[in-house]
């Protein structure tokens, strides 16, 4: 142990002595970058398995109310006298 603190083992010459030691040391650090990667690598992974699964896309929401074609029914009954 030196005087600054404990040292810590490189990454790029022993990831998982270096994994390993994060995990212990630097908790929030460690957990922050495994989260992180998690999204694209689920980005990637889902869809197939998804699709392996049997799961079905939703049918797409109609973004505008159908117009409908011709002309309207003239209402009767509401006693509001307008024409």
């Known amino acids: 142990m030196s005087a600054t603190g404990p040292i810590s083992p490189r990454f790029w010459a022993t990831?998982?002595?270096y994994c390993k030691w994060?995990?212990?040391e630097?908790?929030?650090y460690f957990w922050s970058v495994i989260v992180g990667a998690a999204g694209p690598v689920m980005l990637v992974?889902?869809?197939p398995i998804?699709?392996?699964m049997g799961a079905e896309n939703p049918a797409?929401?109609?973004m505008t109310y159908p117009v409908p074609t011709?002309?309207?029914k003239k209402?009767?009954?509401y006693d509001d006298d307008t024409e």
Request: charged letters at 25%.
């Open 22 to 24: 994060a995990a212990r």
């Open 70 to 72: 011709g002309p309207r």
């Open 50 to 52: 998804r699709r392996a």
């Open 26 to 28: 630097r908790p929030a």
């Open 75 to 77: 209402l009767t009954g």
């Open 15 to 17: 990831p998982l002595r």
């Open 45 to 47: 992974t889902i869809p």
């Open 60 to 62: 797409t929401i109609p």
